[in-house]
Structure formats: structure tokens, C-alpha cells
């Protein structure tokens, strides 16, 4: 696979979310930035889910590779996640909605950051986001 070679040490199941995310971003609809990303989310029971970017003429109703991951795994059903991979053409880190989205599920999933560039960086989502925003606490 381009861009991902000499990753020896990761897992088979990473590779393979890192490879769904990178054919999710092949599909991004994004004529308008030009920048297409990918995502896969792996859900508890081992069952992945993909997405990729949506743009829009009017720009605000942009959705992200991320979110669009996320929602489908969602409406089928699943609420507990063990990782995502995110796909795009150089290192990027998610936006903070995406981040937060993200969150409000599993606070602390794996996060594999994929670019065309070469080489997957492992993060927490918690170090992404150490403190999301809960309800709770502000009431
Ligand atoms: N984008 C994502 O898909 N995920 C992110 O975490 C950040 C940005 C998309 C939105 C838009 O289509 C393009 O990247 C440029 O911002």
C-alpha cells in the first residue's frame, strides 16, 4: 500500500482500518478545497465503517471524512468504538468538531493518522482532546 510501507510493528487490524480510510478518501466529494480525506471507524464488535469528506457550494454545510465515519456507524447501531484511521495527503490531526463528535462515544479510542506521504502516527484521542465538553458539567 503507498504511503503506509515499513510499518512492521502495527497490528494487521490497524493496517487494515488505515486501509479502509485511505480507499473512503479515493470517494471524497471535494471540488471546492481540493483536499480529500478518508476515515474508517472501528467499532467494538470489529466491525469497520468508512467515510470521506462531503463539500457543499454553500461551504458551512461541509461535513467531515470523520463525522461521516462516525454517523454511519451510529445509525447501524453501534455506540462503542475501539479505534479510527484518518486518511489524507499530508499529516493533518482532526478538526476539534470532529474531535468532540468523536468523543462523545469513545473518549478513548486509538487514533491512526495516515497520509499519502508515508508513515502512520498512533495517538489517543484523549491527548487529542484531553478535556471534551460534557453536559454534565456545566449544569
Ligand atoms: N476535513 C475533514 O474531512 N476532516 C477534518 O478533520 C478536517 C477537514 C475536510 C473538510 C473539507 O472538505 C476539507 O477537509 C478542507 O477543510
Do not use: H, W
Amino acid at each position: 500500500m503507498r504511503g503506509i510501507d515499513g510499518l512492521g510493528s502495527m497490528s494487521q487490524n490497524s493496517l487494515q482500518l488505515i486501509k479502509r480510510a485511505q480507499q473512503a478518501r479515493a470517494k471524497a466529494y471535494a471540488p471546492y478545497s481540493g483536499y480529500k480525506v478518508g476515515a474508517a471507524i472501528l467499532a467494538e464488535d470489529g466491525k469497520i465503517y468508512s467515510g470521506c469528506n462531503v463539500e457543499n457550494s454553500s461551504y458551512g454545510l461541509t461535513i467531515c471524512a470523520e463525522r461521516v465515519a462516525l454517523f454511519k456507524a451510529i445509525s447501524a447501531g453501534q455506540r462503542r468504538f475501539k479505534a479510527v484511521a484518518i486518511f489524507t495527503d499530508g499529516p493533518a490531526t482532526p478538526c476539534g468538531a470532529c474531535l468532540q463528535t468523536l468523543a462523545e462515544f469513545s473518549p478513548r479510542m486509538e487514533v491512526y493518522l495516515a497520509s499519502r506521504e508515508g508513515g502512520v502516527k498512533r495517538l489517543n484521542l484523549r491527548d487529542l482532546l484531553p478535556q471534551p465538553f460534557k453536559i454534565e458539567d456545566n449544569q
